[in-house]
């Protein structure tokens, strides 16, 4: 199974911020990469499939990058909507491997 | 409106059996592959399981191969979660999810429904 490895877990930040998550994949995965949105008590939210495409209706501040192992989820300005846990998760083979998730904290 | 709803969490004892519903509406349940995606208590997503829109092809994750099954109705815009032999690490929420346009990602998500396994 290929493994996904999130960094860093968690951090704290400020509004209007520009933050980065970083994910790895234990094997090339080329652009089979998708990130989620996860707020307390609620279902993942879809942000950005095929590693940097943005989903409907979620907002420009979000981008994505990378192919092969590496991977990037940026969030320009930092709104207080996105303090929230972030999960990157490959499609490239199955199992469909999620990361750890990065939790991203008021400062 | 595009929604799934999930169903058929409960508690059960270590070794017992439960299946779970996903009722969909909004969209062409058929078209779509779907999965099963769980979450234990304060962990992170696991993905369970996949079947395609035609129910051709299925996928499981290790943890649950062999104990668990999969499966749709597309006439009744459903999709299943049979789980035999619980055991407590089985305990999560369970949500079901659309995989979206060309399987770019999980597109669509339920409100979850919770499993706990315990005596």
């Not at chain 2, 062999?66 to 619980?86: V, W």
């Amino acid at each position: 199974a290929i493994r996904m490895t999130q960094s860093p877990s968690s951090f704290s930040a400020s509004t209007g911020d520009r933050v980065t998550i970083t994910c790895r994949a234990s094997q090339g995965i080329s652009s089979y990469l998708a990130w989620y949105q996860q707020k307390p008590g609620k279902a993942p939210k879809l942000l950005i499939y095929a590693a940097s495409t943005l989903q409907s209706g979620v907002p420009s501040r979000f981008s994505g990058s990378g192919s092969g192992t590496d991977f990037t989820l940026t969030i320009s300005c930092l709104q207080s909507e996105d303090f929230a846990t972030y999960y990157c998760q490959q499609y490239y083979s199955y199992p469909h491997t999620f990361g750890g998730g990065t939790k991203v904290e008021i400062k | 409106e595009v929604q799934l709803v999930e169903s058929g969490g409960g508690l059960v004892k270590p070794g017992g059996s439960l299946r779970l519903s996903c009722a969909a509406s909004g969209f062409t349940f058929s078209s779509y592959s779907m999965n099963w995606v769980r979450q234990a208590p304060g962990k992170g997503l696991e993905w369970v399981s996949s079947i395609s829109s035609s129910s051709s092809y299925i996928y499981y994750a290790d943890s649950v191969k062999g104990r668990f099954t999969i499966s749709r109705d597309n006439a009744k815009n459903s999709l299943y979660l049979q789980m035999n032999s619980l055991r407590a690490e089985d305990t999560a929420v369970y949500y079901c999810a659309r995989l979206g346009v060309r399987d770019n990602g999980m597109d669509v998500w339920g409100q979850g429904t919770t499993v706990t396994v315990s005596s």
